[in-house]
């Protein structure tokens, strides 16, 4: 009997000599603890991570070593309540403040020991330092911040989608373009497809996938067109390309920049450009015009003379006198051909004064509006109540007008509505005349060459050519410009700017006598 006694103590010394090795061996430092919350046991590496042996711990509550506190930890804090409970391990992830205030962070893992009935007999509690995961994370967390950060200070809209077209990302400068927002995205009432016409963002994947196109998931910038959220088409510059994770499709990403500005900008530019254009050739062909019209001029005067005196010797029924006469109504085209060459050449000296452009536009349409060509034509006028004061040549500037006037009876067809309206622009220091027409409009082809000398869609001898050449010559000799405002198959709006005169307290007085400039 004694020697079976001894045997079985030795049995279970050596399991509890094996249980023991098998603990120690745990690669986390670990403690056992009963139900009470009394440290039972500890392993090696639980004494050395602590600094302390194991026989001065033994016996101890966990929260009085650990915490150096009479109480047990709150449950929040402490999940040994709840395993003695469920009976099911539990983890719970502690910030702790070391000596010198350094921040140490633990992961404590706790798993029951269950005796042959079910019941909890002890807890085995892990505890592993997750300090530089933490620091990691906190790093991660950084980085993810600032690259938020930098996204969203982005003045590029910037839009990230998944696979499915749902908007994941989209930074301030995109809710700006778009006029949608991230919340409205979030919430599934827009997607990628909501931001491009009918099947453009599909054309754009296509083109992503495309390998012969920038290379495969990228998109070279381009020029595109999105709609926001009045259904307006935005001009736009996007870059795009795919997201992978490893070789698998995620989601796509696009930056988008506002073109509306430049284009506004090339289009000012191109203006300037035709502007620059027109002047040079009429300074060139103003020079060709002036030694043309003095060479016509001499020979075309001894023509009309002679001509006109041969048909004074004729006898009212001589044959010949309707041949002389064709010869006389032809050299007088001739020579309002060559006036206007004159006039288009310029060759005249400018008498500049100030005057106030209603009442010269009121002066210039007295001269022409009782003739029978305005029978058929209403005429309209929106005069500004403003001082509208040029200082310009008043005989030039009348001629601009009224070749305006004829210019547009031929596009009305001597019937219709014409349109004068001025207005000006303190600021910027301008004074506009707009004259509107209700013709036909100008074709799209003609647009480029309105204003080129010898230019017309008139049928042969019905124009010289050089009407709006002219005006256009004058205007720019006034310092002013001249443009198409607008065209349609309804009618034509030409825009006159000249500079605004600012007139002193004196000339106000002079000028504002019963609100009528004299010129």
């Not at 795919?242 to 990403?253: F, H, L, P, Q, S």
């Not at 006469?325 to 006039?343: E, M, P, S």
Request: proline letters at 3%; aromatic letters at 6%; one cysteine or more.
């Amino acid at each position: 009997m004694e020697i079976m006694m001894k045997d079985s103590d030795a049995r279970l010394k050596e399991e509890m000599d094996w249980k023991e090795k098998v603990f120690d061996s745990l690669s986390l430092p670990g403690l056992i603890l009963s139900p009470d919350r009394n440290i039972v046991s500890v392993n090696r590496k639980f004494e050395k991570a602590f600094g302390i042996r194991k026989a001065d711990v033994i016996g101890k509550r966990c929260h009085d070593f650990f915490y150096h506190s009479t109480r047990p930890c709150p449950t929040d804090l402490c999940p040994l309540a709840q395993v003695l409970t469920d009976r099911e391990g539990h983890t719970v992830l502690r910030r702790v403040e070391c000596p010198g205030g350094r921040e140490k962070w633990e992961d404590r893992i706790f798993s029951p020991i269950l005796d042959d009935d079910g019941n909890v007999r002890y807890v085995i509690e892990s505890v592993r330092d997750v300090t530089n995961i933490k620091i990691l994370e906190k790093e991660l967390e950084g980085v993810r911040e600032f690259a938020e950060k930098v996204i969203e200070s982005s003045q590029s809209g910037i839009i990230a989608a998944d696979r499915r077209g749902r908007i994941v990302v989209m930074n301030r400068a995109a809710e700006e373009l778009t006029g949608f927002t991230l919340q409205q995205a979030l919430r599934g009432e827009i997607t990628v497809q909501t931001l491009y016409p009918p099947g453009r963002a599909y054309e754009i994947l296509r083109k992503l996938r495309d390998p012969k196109i920038g290379g495969e998931g990228k998109l070279p910038s381009m020029r595109a067109s999105m709609l926001n959220a009045q259904g307006e088409s935005i001009p736009v510059q996007v870059t795009a390309a795919i997201i992978y994770d490893g070789d698998r499709e995620v989601g796509t990403m696009g930056v988008f920049d506002d073109l509306r500005e430049q284009i506004a900008h090339e289009e000012r530019m191109n203006r300037m450009m035709v502007r620059i254009s027109q002047s040079e050739k009429m300074a060139s062909l103003g020079q060709l015009a002036a030694g043309v019209a003095h060479e016509i001029n001499n020979p075309l005067t001894g023509i009309l003379l002679y001509a006109n005196l041969i048909l004074e010797n004729l006898s009212e029924g001589d044959p010949l006198r309707g041949d002389i006469q064709f010869i006389i109504d032809d050299a007088n085209r001739c020579g309002v051909i060559v006036k206007n060459l004159l006039t288009y050449s310029r060759q005249t000296s400018q008498n500049r004064e100030v005057i106030h452009l209603n009442t010269l536009l009121e002066n210039s349409l007295s001269l022409i509006r009782d003739q029978k060509l305005f029978m058929n034509i209403e005429i309209v006028k929106e005069l500004s109540d403003e001082m509208m004061m040029v200082n310009a040549d008043k005989n030039q500037l009348g001629q601009v007008i009224i070749n305006l006037v004829m210019n547009a009876l031929d596009a009305m067809d001597r019937r219709g509505t014409l349109t004068f309206r001025t207005y000006r622009n303190k600021a910027e220091k301008k004074v506009y005349l707009e004259v509107s027409d209700t013709g036909c409009g100008i074709p799209k082809e003609n647009m480029s060459r309105v204003f080129d000398p010898f230019f017309t869609t008139k049928n042969l001898g019905k124009g010289t050519g050089l009407g709006l050449s002219m005006v256009y010559g004058i205007i720019k000799e006034n310092d002013g410009s001249i443009s198409i405002k607008e065209t349609t198959p309804a009618g034509t709006t030409f825009l006159l700017e000249l500079p605004l005169y600012q007139v002193t307290d004196d000339e106000d007085m002079f000028y504002n006598v019963e609100n009528t400039v004299l010129v």
